[in-house]
């Protein structure tokens, strides 16, 4: 290899060899237009460089059209050409470079190695503070023009690299051509591409500076990415025209303690299929099933996580693209449609979020640089043996502000009304599923996951103070104290917590044959020791109906009839005990096999007497529950409930008033096969009662046992009330009494 002339200087052999060897952390240093010594000490020249592996001969182009011709340098891809001051004159700022391939193809693109940064120092200092709450605009791949100039900004977080480069179509995946320019200390690395484009396909190539391996990722701030098994990311800019401001404007002001939240959970790959079997788009989806869900009377959907994801059997919970909408259902733009939609017919959409672990994927975040970067080093505290996951570096302020600048992306961007953060047990313990000796204690000797801790109260405190009125709910299944309590009380700020204790014990209960129930009344009543510790969601998940626990209908015991009996009883009692709702579905219409992630919902089945039963009175129940404030209006304090009584666990029977400001609803279950008649109840006040709800009417598949819809008060007190009725009681029934 020979070198340039003498009067072109700062180039040396090299150099040249790291930029041939894919090395070169600074390649500004090297290419586009620089000053140089001319042939005397007055004369001005430059030197104009351009790196271009694949081409045979190549040349810039002038204001006039003129071209200079550039010289390819023996032994290497660098091409140069020496211009003095009346050349220099007539070039642009942003000069285009011309080539020709060894196939005789033709190309052309102005150099990227003309422009200024474009990642702004305070962007940088915040992210390096891990506050940047709008780090998805910097990071990731955005057009955009420069000077005029249209292009594609690219900029990427690989603190360990010791060379990164942008790859896709446009570079024929070369990692030599597109080498990026890294932000001194920052770990950032960026470059603008003049010429790319909305759906272009790229990649970042990383040269690791400690190993020197080299291997291609995607984006972690993509905002679009292919269809699997394809994990390319796709350079986004969305053209979407929102039209839910009026609910925006609602949510703003939202009372959600005091008000009907009943969520119908969805997959959104096996809620429906097209009529190939395959996916629906997110268009298709939101006009079934806003449809469906405005007729049965839910009032939010939280989705399933919809973040991309390579595996369709990990339901989405082993996210690899966390900014992007997976391409499964149509572009990130489809999604928006689907939000949207939801939003026109006054429905909240959520999203299951997983900040506590993500997969070893080799072109995702696992080792993103080379190194332990978004995880720890550390296996003890950077991997879950149980999911075969690598669990986030929650101390490190650019991986903190990663998950927070996706959370909010979520809500701002996207129009989510609330997050469900996944697994947060997993995250407040270091020792979550490890035995001694595999987990590494805080720095007082405790088993807490201090930066966990911190994360998700700055979560919290973001959320809510950024975007009132959207939600953040807590999948936590220990007695960790204070989940739904604000930071500054010493809480972990979120909004609600899943009641998993409620969920467990009552499902507990429900499977157990009539005769065994009175063993085991105090599953149903215990819930009232803990009930306002927290603001609880009471959830029927997926979670319960997968892995071999059979659908909720299968977990009821007895025949038919007595199977279907207890699914009433079942979602009568979860939507008439306190607390905020959620079944997912197939639940409602007592689907009796599995969820199956790969296959849809057997709705044929709502065509069967039963089922459709069953549907109805999920219907009936959700209409009921938004039309009376006593269901909803004092969730979360303890002067929203009174028992009538809780001891009659002989007969196995429950009965306990419902509380509005201007409300009482009774509510007087028998979880027994056994029609009970002259069965007195304590009653509240005298005069007439209307039977608002009968679970075991004959429009839901029942026996239509029930007291003619109405009940007269006697002026006897009973059970601490001041007057009471003779009751009779409907086999696995419950009965819901408002005075006239």
């Known amino acids: 290899m020979q070198l340039i002339s003498k009067t072109v200087q700062a180039v040396s052999e090299d150099e040249i060899l790291c930029l041939q060897q894919g090395r070169h952390h600074d390649p500004f240093s090297l290419l586009g237009c620089h ?18 592996p694949t081409a045979e001969e190549a040349c810039v182009l002038t204001l006039n059209d003129e071209e200079i011709e550039l010289q390819r340098i023996e032994g290497s891809d660098l091409f140069v050409a020496r211009i003095d001051a009346e050349q220099k004159s007539n070039l642009p700022v942003h000069y285009k470079v011309m080539w020709k391939e060894a196939d005789g193809s033709r190309h052309s693109m102005v150099s990227p190695y003309t422009f200024l940064p474009q990642v702004g120092e305070l962007d940088l200092h915040l992210f390096a503070e891990g506050r940047h709450w709008h780090v998805y605009e910097v990071l990731g791949a955005h057009p955009r023009s420069v000077d005029g100039i249209a292009g594609v900004q690219f900029a990427v977080w690989a603190p360990s690299a010791e060379r990164v480069s942008v790859v896709g179509d446009f570079n024929g995946w070369n990692g030599l051509r597109h080498p990026m320019r890294v932000r001194g200390g920052s770990g950032v690395w960026e470059l603008f591409i003049p010429g790319l484009h909305r759906g272009d396909i790229y990649k970042f190539e990383i040269r690791n500076r400690h190993s020197g391996q080299s291997f291609t990722k995607t984006d972690p701030y993509a905002q679009s990415m292919e269809f699997r098994p394809a994990t390319g990311c796709i350079v986004c800019d969305s053209k979407y025209k929102w039209n839910d401001q009026a609910w925006l404007d609602y949510r703003s002001s939202f009372d959600w303690q005091s008000s009907p939240i009943n969520i119908y959970e969805v997959h959104l790959g096996s809620w429906q299929k097209a009529e190939d079997g395959g996916f629906l788009n997110y268009r298709e989806i939101a006009h079934r099933l806003v449809e469906y869900v405005q007729w049965m009377g839910y009032t939010h959907i939280e989705l399933l996580p919809v973040s991309e994801h390579p595996l369709d059997q990990s339901w989405g919970y082993q996210t690899s693209g966390y900014f992007s909408p997976t391409s499964r259902f149509g572009s990130p733009d489809d999604f928006r449609y689907f939000v949207d939609h939801c939003h026109q017919h006054n429905i909240g959409v959520f999203l299951d979020w997983v900040p506590a672990h993500f997969p070893k994927d080799e072109f995702a ?3 993103f640089d080379g190194t332990a970067l978004y995880e720890h080093e550390d296996p003890r505290k950077g991997e879950h043996q149980d999911w075969g996951t690598y669990i986030f570096n929650f101390g490190r302020n650019e991986v903190r502000n990663f998950l927070l600048g996706n959370a909010l992306y979520w809500i701002k961007e996207l129009h989510i009304d609330g997050l469900r953060v996944d697994a947060v047990a997993s995250m407040l313990y270091l020792d979550y599923s490890r035995d001694d000796g595999q987990w590494v204690p805080n720095e007082f000797g405790g088993r807490e996951n201090l930066e966990a801790i911190e994360f998700l109260r700055v979560l919290n405190e973001e959320v809510h103070g950024q975007c009132p009125g959207a939600l953040v709910m807590a999948e936590e299944s220990t007695s960790w104290p204070m989940v739904s309590r604000p930071t500054w009380m010493g809480g972990l700020g979120f909004s609600m917590k899943w009641n998993m204790g409620w969920m467990n014990d009552t499902l507990n209960y429900f499977e157990k044959e009539p005769i065994y129930r009175p063993y085991h009344h105090n599953e149903l009543t215990f819930s009232q020791m803990y009930a306002y510790s927290e603001n609880f969601v009471l959830p029927l998940s997926h979670d319960e109906v997968v892995h071999m626990k059979r659908s909720l209908i ?3 015991p007895g025949d038919d009839w007595q199977k ?12 008439l005990h306190p607390g905020k ?13 599995e969820w199956n992630d790969s296959r849809a919902l057997d709705w044929y089945l709502c065509d069967m007497p039963l ?16 039309s009376h404030p006593a269901l909803y209006e004092r969730d979360f304090v303890s002067e929203g409930f009174e028992w009538i009584d ?9 009965s306990f008033i419902r509380y509005s400001e201007y409300e009482k609803l009774v509510c007087v279950f028998n979880f027994t096969p056994v029609p009970r008649e002259n069965y007195r109840i304590g009653l509240p006040q005298q005069g007439t009662y209307v039977e608002l709800f009968n679970s075991d009417s004959e429009g839901f598949g029942g026996s239509n046992m029930g007291n003619g819809g109405y009940v007269h008060t006697q002026d006897q007190p009973w059970m601490n009330q001041p007057c009471s009725a003779e009751l009779t009681l409907p086999p696995l029934g419950v009965l819901v009494l408002s005075v006239e």
């Open 365 to 367: 975040l696992g080792r």
């Open 564 to 575: 279907a009996a207890n699914l009433r009883l079942l979602l009568s009692y979860q939507m």
């Open 35 to 52: 000053e140089v010594q001319g042939e005397s000490v007055t004369e001005q020249a430059w030197s104009l460089r351009a790196w271009l």
């Open 611 to 626: 089922n459709r039963g069953i549907q109805l009175l999920a219907k009936q129940l959700n209409h009921l529950y938004k």
């Open 581 to 593: 709702k959620l079944l997912f579905m197939g639940g409602e219409f007592a689907q009796w096999t």
């Open 554 to 556: 299968g977990k009821m």
């Open 646 to 654: 809780c001891h009659d666990y002989q007969q196995s029977i429950l």
